[in-house]
């Protein structure tokens, strides 16, 4: 189904990566592109795909500070955002920096999509995506 939204081939996407926070927990700013990546033979990471896997009762929320943004979870919904710049995917789209705020209630579940430039799963197999290092 990410396919057909994004258009772009299941080889280019890292595994999932599933997220459990507890109350208290959050990741802190980052952005999900970096431009070493541009080396890698899947070249950097061009779009996120995030899934919300549950409800949260209170916080847990998705904020993009610079796009002055809060998703909050819900389950069965998600968020797609592009990492790198429309005019030149080597570079780092800067509005998309991103942080995990705390739950305050409950458990947030979630799973990401890193969605490379190129394809992903054949590089992976041969440890030429940074994955092991």
Known sequence: RIENITRVPQGHYENFQVLRYREGQFYRTHH?????DNALACGPRILTFFLYLSDVEKGGG??????????QP???????????????????DPRTHHQAQPVEDGTKFAANAWIHLFDYKSPNLWGCTGAFG
Do not use: H
């Open 62 to 71: 998705t904020n993009f500070p610079r796009l002055k943004l809060t998703v």
């Open 74 to 92: 819900k389950k069965g919904s998600a968020v797609l955002w592009p990492s790198v710049l429309d005019r030149d995917p080597t570079q780092q």
């Open 32 to 36: 999900d592109m970096s431009e070493g």
